[in-house]
Structure formats: structure tokens, C-alpha cells
């Protein structure tokens, strides 16, 4: 294909859709690797797939002429035409993104750094010389605001016997799964994957241990009580895993549900970005309806939950990175560090505002 592309001056729409194709097969199959050498992860793979799907709509909608064009430094004209050409796309591209689909920074950060990573599959690793005009494509990016549940709400979840009540059948199950992800700072794909085989009892003391799926970091955590009585209400079910297979639409939809039990049904302004400038997300728009907590769980919530309540508790924060997994320069988890902080400077000023007001 490399030879083909090589004599041509351009491809069409079909030929850079078709080596997009190719791309995403050799990353899927192995052919493809990472620098380490390891496979790409299939939730990579879906990304790659969600672009080579929206370039497709792109086209379709604008009718923009997607093509790659095989330059040659000697020649100005071409070297200057095909700069040109790729700065109309990235704005074309973006444009739409950011205006017809009403994307933010974070997702349109995510489709050109896939769009970026192909481009220097198609120079690298195929040998057509297509430029670096894409390293010029600007990579959005935005800090989404941590949503977590605090302490005073987990600790309703697991214990509060009024819920136990109030709480429907089919809900029971997802308040378990929540709250065991809670414990153990999971993402939820590891969550779904524990096995019976990863509880693990030693000297009278039950852990998990288990290693991630996305980093293959190994994790050994110490578990609660009531950890162990959601386990032993799961454990004899018949499957491979320990909790029930569910698919994380489900049960983002279902945490939804559940959260409206919370007995937190405050307005949350909940903003976003687009090109770095911050909006506002309303629930209902035309009624300027903001979100509540519950809108606003998903899976994620639990090991955002879990990893602040460790911190907010007081345990230290090279300890809580055993758990997580993070590096000790995560920038993410600095964030969850402030985060708990904030939490604990408004309890100091609370303890000191008491103390003041003392006749």
C-alpha cells in the first residue's frame, strides 16, 4: 500500500477511510503495538473506532473532501497547499464537533489525539509521507469537576437500616456493587472482573487482590466487615465473576436511580468547556434546570468516592496511592488531594467558628 500511496499525489476519501480501516485492525490484532511493546488496550481500540465512525459522519454532513496528500519539501507550492489544506481541516473538524455535536473539550481532545496517533501510524509505520501537519492539531483538554459522594453518605449507604426499607429490590444489588467499588478505589471494569479466587484470607484478615486491567497494577487491600458480608452474599452464585454481569450503561442508570435515595437533592451547577471557556450544563436548558447528585453518579463516582473518603479520613497519601495505583506525580491524584483538603479546611474553620462563639 505504501508503494501504491507513494505515486500518487493524493488519496480520496475512500483511501484514507480505507488505511484508517487498516489502523484499526493492526491495532486490534496485535500487529500494532506500544512503544513498551504492549498490546493496545481494546478501550483504546473503541476510541479509534468512535473516530474513524465521526470522520465518516463528518464527510457525509459537511461533504468536506478528506483526503491525504503526499508532499515533497522540495516543492513549495505542494508543501504550502498541503499545510493549507490540513489547518482548514482541524477548523472544519473541530467546528463540528464543537457547534453540530455539541462536544467539549475533554471528547474532542480525545478524537484528535486518536486522529494524531494515526497520522504518525501512516508516517511511521507505512512510510507515506504525508507531512507533520498534525502535530500542529491542538489537543483540547479540561479538568471536569470530581464528583464524590462524602463521608456522611457512604457511611448512609452501607449503614443506615431505614434504606434497607425504603430501597427497591432491583436496587439492592447496585448499592452493594457501589459500595464495594467505594471500598476498594476499583475502576469499574476491574470491579466487574473480581472472582471468588481474589479474596484471599489470611490470618484471620480477608483482602482483595487483584491487578487492573488498564495499568496491571496489582492491588492488595485489607477488607471492612461489611465488605465481607456483601461478599458472602454473592459468592455462591452461579457465574465466573463474584458480582453479576452488567453492562456500564445499566449501571450508570441504575446508580441514578439509587442516588435519588441519598436524601441530597441540592441544585449542583454543573459547568464544562468548549475551546477553554467555561458553560453551564443545564439538566432541562429551556428551564435553566440544574443537576442534582444523583443526576450526576455514574461508575466513575466510585473510586472518586473511595479515594477521597480515604484522604478525608486521614490516611495518608502514599498509602491511598498503594490502593489507587496512581504514581506519586499523578496530577489526578493531586486533584483528589485538594479535594480533601477543601473538605478539611471547612471542618477546621467549623471547629474554630464553635470555639469562638463559646461564652
Not at 462536544?103 to 501512516?122: A, H, P, Q, W
Not at 491487578?211 to 459468592?235: C, H, V
Request: charged letters at 30%; proline letters at 3%.
Amino acid at each position: 500500500m505504501s508503494t501504491t500511496m507513494a505515486k500518487t499525489s493524493h488519496t480520496d476519501k475512500e483511501g484514507f477511510l480505507k488505511l484508517f480501516r487498516l489502523f484499526m485492525k493492526e491495532s486490534g490484532n496485535g500487529k500494532r503495538l506500544k512503544k513498551d511493546g504492549k498490546k493496545i488496550r481494546p478501550s483504546t481500540v473503541d476510541n479509534y473506532i468512535y473516530t474513524y465512525k465521526l470522520l465518516e459522519r463528518f464527510c457525509t454532513e459537511t461533504g468536506f473532501d478528506l483526503k491525504f496528500i503526499v508532499v515533497s519539501k522540495s516543492r513549495k507550492r505542494d508543501f504550502e497547499s498541503a499545510k493549507k489544506y490540513w489547518k482548514k481541516f482541524y477548523l472544519e473538524f473541530t467546528n463540528y464537533m464543537y457547534k453540530d455535536l455539541d462536544y467539549y473539550d475533554n471528547y474532542v481532545g480525545l478524537v484528535i489525539k486518536s486522529l494524531r496517533t494515526f497520522f504518525n501510524y501512516v508516517k511511521e509505520e507505512k512510510n507515506i509521507d504525508i507531512g507533520s501537519f498534525h502535530k500542529t492539531f491542538y489537543v483540547p483538554k479540561e479538568e471536569v469537576a470530581i464528583i464524590a459522594l462524602a463521608p456522611e453518605q457512604v457511611n448512609y449507604l452501607i449503614y443506615n437500616t431505614e434504606l434497607n426499607a425504603i430501597l427497591p429490590a432491583h436496587l439492592h444489588r447496585i448499592r452493594d456493587m457501589f459500595v464495594f467499588g467505594c471500598t476498594v478505589c476499583l475502576r469499574v471494569s476491574d470491579l466487574l472482573a473480581i472472582r471468588p479466587q481474589n479474596i484471599v484470607s489470611e490470618s484471620g484478615s480477608h483482602y482483595l487482590r487483584i491487578t487492573s486491567q488498564k495499568t496491571g497494577t496489582f492491588t492488595s487491600i485489607k477488607l471492612p466487615d461489611y465488605a465481607m458480608e456483601i461478599i458472602e452474599k454473592y459468592r455462591l452464585q452461579k457465574g465466573a465473576t463474584l458480582f453479576p454481569s452488567i453492562s456500564k450503561d445499566r449501571f450508570n442508570a441504575a446508580l441514578k436511580d439509587m442516588g435519588k435515595y441519598l436524601q441530597y437533592n441540592e441544585p449542583i451547577v454543573k459547568t464544562r468547556t468548549k475551546r477553554g471557556v467555561e458553560c453551564i450544563v443545564y439538566k432541562n436548558k429551556a428551564k435553566k434546570q440544574h443537576h442534582t447528585l444523583a443526576d450526576m453518579i455514574t461508575t466513575h463516582t466510585m473510586r472518586r468516592t473511595g479515594i477521597t473518603t480515604m484522604l478525608r479520613m486521614g490516611m495518608p497519601d502514599y498509602l491511598v496511592r498503594k490502593v489507587s495505583g496512581h504514581s506519586a506525580n499523578s496530577k489526578e491524584f493531586f486533584r483528589y488531594v485538594q479535594l480533601a483538603q477543601n473538605y478539611l479546611d471547612k471542618h477546621t474553620d467549623d471547629a474554630f467558628e464553635k470555639l469562638r462563639n463559646l461564652v
